[in-house]
Nanobody, 123 residues
Framework: QVQLVESGGGLVQAGDSLRLSCAAS????????MGWFRQGPGKERDFVAA????????WYADSVKGRFTISRDNAKNTVSLQMNSLQPEDTAVYYC????????????????WGQGTQVTVSS
């Protein structure tokens, strides 16, 4: 089992920044990547960003490219999502997840999920 704990969500205004963090524990040795997904009100859960745990390669959804940055700290077993220039359409519950297979952009390859953290961006 893998346990994931997210933190860093909150209420901000458009144009502000937030940094989400996710701490992983447990049987993480099968991990190939970690990622962030989000689910807005009345919407499906969508891919946001992912990072390959071995080589650090990253992927981003088109909607967040240039604004969001995913990073990892191997020593601390954490993954972070720096979100800049936030917009109201970024409002969602953000989930951290662990993937055990490829490709890293597909939710079905993630088999462990955090409880989610709310991000609300006001206009």
């Amino acid at each position: 089992q893998v346990q994931l704990v997210e933190s860093g969500g909150g209420l901000v205004q458009a144009g502000d920044s937030l940094r989400l963090s996710c701490a992983a524990s447990g049987r993480t040795f099968t991990r190939v990547a970690m990622g962030w997904f989000r689910q807005g009100p009345g919407k499906e859960r969508d891919f946001v960003a992912a990072i390959n745990w071995s080589n650090g390669y990253t992927w981003y959804a088109d909607s967040v490219k240039g604004r969001f940055t995913i990073s990892r700290d191997n020593a601390k077993n954490t993954v972070s999502l720096q979100m800049n220039s936030l917009q109201p359409e970024d409002t969602a519950v953000y989930y951290c997840a662990v993937a055990s297979s490829y490709p890293e952009t597909t939710a079905g390859n993630y088999n462990y999920w955090g409880q989610g953290t709310q991000v609300t961006v006001s206009s």
